[in-house]
């Protein structure tokens, strides 16, 4: 639900690395004589390099636009994540609602379904329109039915409580967490 793409985003990250482990074992080859001892056997690295005035400026300019293009991808990248669930606005007024509440009314709501292990919601700005992601960890053999009806519940108590329906991806979710989770036994 963000707006990058999360394969090109891993592409990306893993051609940087690379350039940047090449780089980081070229200079420390020609700075410190135990990287270039350990270098030596794979890679010949001249002892001494002159290099001109105008390369330098080149490579430095490289750099710079590299630099800057990466700080152009970092901060343009995501932009989905918001803690403002709702926003209504009429006239000079304004009334927020903070995502803390939509976690409180969801998780008052699953509280007593015995298969939940726990939830988490997000709220991302999509299109120019706020919409929820709730995250229900369901118990291992849990039913998943009976998770989604509790789920249904508590948006339906979400939309009275906001006043109007916010769009909403529901994500069962069953990990680690849920797999260690005991189950709760009742005693009558």
């Given amino acids: 639900m ?13 051609v940087l690395g690379l350039v940047a482990i090449v780089v980081g074992i070229t200079i420390g080859a020609g700075v410190l004589p135990a990287v270039r001892d350990a270098v030596d056997p794979y890679v010949t690295i001249p002892r001494s390099l002159d290099v001109p005035a105008a390369s330098l ?18 901060f343009t990248r995501g932009g989905g994540g918001t803690s403002v669930a709702v926003r209504e606005r009429s006239g000079d007024d304004a009334v927020t609602i903070n995502v803390a509440l939509v976690r409180d009314i969801v998780d008052h709501e699953l509280t007593g379904v015995r298969d939940v292990v726990g939830s988490k919601v997000d709220v991302f700005q999509v299109r120019r329109q706020r ?9 291992r053999g849990g039913d998943a039915v009976a998770v989604l009806d509790a789920v249904d519940r508590a948006l339906e108590v979400l939309d009275r409580t906001l006043g109007r329906s916010v769009p909403v991806l529901v994500h069962l979710t069953g990990g680690t967490r849920s797999a260690l989770a005991k189950a709760t036994t009742r005693v009558s």
């Fill in 2 to 14: 963000t707006k990058s793409n999360r394969t090109l985003n891993r592409v990306i990250l893993f």
């Fill in 57 to 74: 400026w080149i490579v430095a300019v490289a750099c710079a636009v590299v630099i800057v293009l990466a700080l152009l991808w970092v």
């Fill in 131 to 139: 919409a929820a992601r709730i995250r229900v960890a369901v118990r």
